[in-house]
């Protein structure tokens, strides 16, 4: 704590010196001053009259509350910290309760979820205010994946920007999202309207269902829906959820092998940071979609995230997958289309679906061999055997095969000049491939002292 948040050296002479100076406040420039000239009369008070100022630190000091650094009450910092944790925890309750309530009804696979994703042109401080840029609210369920026709896109144009914000609206846009903010134009209550119609068309209570935002843009994206709903006398429903969590909770409770195959929710964070599906082409909005930055662009990330879920959960349901709504367009998704791409020919068609990813299904190939054809590199067969050790005209897969040896290059030895054997006697038995080749690869040991390396003898 700073010295000047440190209240428990105000003793009764200090009130009485803040009772002085206000009455003499004239005659003094500081308190310094004036406790010089208040000590005297202190001194001469009665302990009846000093009571009084002894009363009034006793008071102060019994409640006296400890704080930060920067004057915040430590009481009320870890309150509010209790509360976050608290709505956190049942936040995630809630969400589990959700996905159990889907899988107990056997409803999981048709359920809808919202995604919503904000870009933002600045953050006013002093109003604690965001001015939205851009917003997309998108459904999905686990069967039938996204279409583009159930995301909701808009570029908002929130009207004037606080004095002095322009020009970081500008850098913002330059380093994001590149949406040109218009000063004169207040699109903000079509905006609001379009969110509460795309929440309502299928819901089937008053109350309007949860929305799932990224943990790290949920409190940006909270003050964004409230501060659009004060402005144009809307009640604040909304209700958002984390991201992160529905995929843990998800991939948990749907799992075959009923029990937890995610230990924790860092797990799906790292799904979602992972981005599989960031430079996919088609899901951009017609803004950003032939411009540099499509990956900024909000309808591109919802629809990225439910391509995640639908990656990591549609495998578990044994649900197939539907190219341009649980992935991407040009997404590979069957053993043919994969086989094909990698340059290999299968030779007979297989109607097993493949998951884009290993995290959802496994992949089921035959043997390597089974998948060569008469399209793939031919290799001479007798090289192969014969390298390896084994006779190329053996027969039948089953027999039993003798190994021996491979035959390898014989390596380019200096041979010693001393040997008695000729050289043509020595690279003949080089060439047939002799085991005890070691005979005339000359020692690397020193023979004897002096020709042995003098830096180990001085170490010795």
């Known amino acids: ?30 308190l310094a001053e004036a406790s010089i000239a208040a000590g005297p009369h202190w001194e ?24 930060t650094s920067i004057g915040e009450s430590v009481d009320l910092v870890l309150q509010e910290e209790k509360q976050k944790q608290e709505r956190e925890l049942t936040v995630k309750q809630e969400i589990d309760n959700i996905i159990r309530k889907g899988i107990n009804t056997n ?38 994946g996204i279409i583009t026709e159930d995301v909701y896109h808009k570029l908002v144009h929130p009207g004037p920007l606080p004095l002095g914000y322009s ?32 929440l309502t068309e299928t819901a089937d209570s008053d109350s309007l269902p949860p929305i799932y935002v990224s943990e790290k843009d949920i409190l940006m994206v909270e003050n964004v829906l409230k501060n659009l ?13 984390s991201l992160q969590y529905l995929l843990f909770s998800l991939k948990n409770n749907i799992s075959p092998i009923g029990m937890k195959v995610w230990p924790t929710v860092s797990v799906s964070k790292l799904q979602l940071e992972k981005d599989v599906y960031d430079f996919c082409s088609g899901i951009s909005c017609a803004y950003h979609e032939n411009s540099e930055i499509p990956i900024y662009c909000s309808q591109s990330q919802v629809i990225r995230w439910a391509y995640i879920i639908c990656d990591n959960c549609i495998g578990d349901l044994g649900l197939p ?31 097993k679906a493949l998951s884009v990813s290993s995290r959802s299904t496994k992949t089921n190939f035959d043997s390597y061999s089974d998948a060569l054809s008469e399209t793939s590199t031919v290799v001479d067969e007798s ?11 053996s027969q039948g897969a089953d027999d039993e095969i003798e190994w021996r040896h491979p035959r390898r290059p014989a390596p380019k030895y200096r041979i010693q000049q001393n040997l008695s054997q000729n050289s043509d006697s020595v690279n003949s038995q080089l060439s047939q491939g002799s085991s005890n080749i070691s005979e005339y690869i000359p020692s690397r040991r020193p023979t004897s002292q002096s020709s042995a390396n003098p830096i180990a003898l001085a170490r010795n």
């Open 1 to 30: 704590m700073g010295k000047g948040n440190n209240k428990g050296s105000r003793n009764a002479f200090y009130y009485f010196l803040i009772e002085f100076k206000n009455q003499h406040g004239r005659n003094y420039k500081s």
């Open 44 to 67: 001469r008070l009665s302990p009846q009259q000093k009571a009084r100022y002894q009363e009034l630190a006793k008071h102060n000091k019994e409640n006296q509350q400890k704080q």
């Open 107 to 144: 409803t999981i696979k048709d359920q809808y979820f919202y995604l919503m994703h904000v870009n933002a042109f600045c953050h006013w401080e002093k109003e604690d205010r965001h001015f939205p840029a851009e917003i997309a609210l998108a459904k999905f369920n686990l069967r039938n």
């Open 167 to 198: 020009a970081i609206a500008k850098i913002t846009a330059q380093e994001t999202h590149q949406i040109q903010h218009m000063e004169n134009e207040d699109n903000t209550e079509e905006v609001l309207m379009g969110l509460i119609d795309k």
């Open 229 to 241: 709903c004060r402005k144009h006398g809307h009640p604040n429903l909304f209700l958002l959820y």
């Open 321 to 351: 997958i539907i190219k341009g709504q649980h992935v991407p367009t040009n997404s590979l998704t069957d053993r043919q289309e994969v086989a094909t791409a990698s340059g290999i020919s299968l030779g007979r068609p297989v109607n």
């Open 383 to 393: 090289e192969i055997s014969s390298y390896h050790g084994f006779d190329s005209d």
